[in-house]
């Protein structure tokens, strides 16, 4: 268990990074990770080892920082023009691992637009783990896992950050 107070600056966190990828704010997304993040969505359930399984995606800070350079160039045919999303993010979880971590999970909803395509509405619900860091006395994310509800049928391409 962790404190109210606690508990609160993670929603009030997990609000804010759901907001700024919702907004394509990626600069200001960025600077909420760890400089060791590790950013994994695998093809099926989180259990055992990202490096043992198949993965939608399985990256690094660097990958992570390599992926929000590509979005922000304007030439990502993929996000042009962006799609319009909005997440929401609900029953979230959290416990203290101590050393400034804090273990957290939530479920989500994340509603898109494919502007660049059909103009459909598309929907992928799913769960995330996330681990939190105090570095400096403010929330840092040092991982986040997202295990979509679809993840076992394939997906369309990940183009976004989820």
Same mark, same amino acid.
């Given at each position: 268990?962790?404190?109210?107070? /606690?508990?609160?600056?993670?929603?009030?966190?997990?609000?804010?990074?759901?907001?700024?990828?919702?907004? $394509?704010?990626?600069?200001?997304? !960025?600077?909420?990770?760890?400089?060791?993040?590790?950013?994994?969505?695998?093809? &099926?359930?989180? /259990?055992?080892?990202?490096?043992?399984?198949?993965?939608?995606? *399985?990256?690094?800070?660097?990958?992570?920082?390599?992926?929000? #350079?590509?979005?922000?160039? &304007?030439?990502?045919?993929?996000?042009?023009? $962006?799609?319009?999303?909005?997440?929401?993010?609900?029953?979230?979880?959290?416990?203290?691992?101590?050393?400034?971590?804090?273990?957290?999970?939530? *479920?989500?909803?994340?509603?898109?637009?494919?502007?660049?395509?059909?103009? !459909?509405?598309? /929907?992928?619900?799913?769960?995330?783990?996330?681990?939190?860091?105090?570095?400096?006395?403010?929330? #840092?994310?040092?991982?986040?896992? /997202? !295990?979509?509800?679809?993840?076992?049928? &394939?997906? #369309? *391409?990940?183009? $976004?950050?989820?």
């Amino acid at each position: 268990m962790i404190a109210a107070d /606690v508990h609160a600056e993670v929603e009030a966190f997990l609000y804010r990074e759901a907001r700024l990828a919702d907004e $394509f704010q990626l600069d200001e997304w !960025e600077a909420l990770l760890t400089e060791d993040f590790h950013y994994w969505v695998p093809a &099926g359930r989180i /259990v055992g080892d990202p490096s043992e399984q198949l993965s939608y995606l *399985n990256d690094n800070r660097t990958r992570v920082a390599t992926r929000i #350079r590509q979005l922000k160039t &304007g030439k990502r045919l993929s996000q042009l023009p $962006f799609s319009p999303m909005r997440r929401i993010i609900s029953n979230i979880e959290a416990s203290d691992l101590g050393d400034d971590e804090i273990s957290t999970k939530a *479920n989500f909803v994340i509603y898109e637009i494919a502007a660049q395509s059909t103009g !459909e509405l598309r /929907v992928w619900p799913g769960h995330a783990q996330y681990r939190l860091r105090r570095v400096e006395g403010t929330l #840092r994310m040092s991982a986040k896992w /997202v !295990e979509l509800v679809t993840a076992e049928i &394939g997906q #369309r *391409n990940l183009t $976004f950050l989820i």
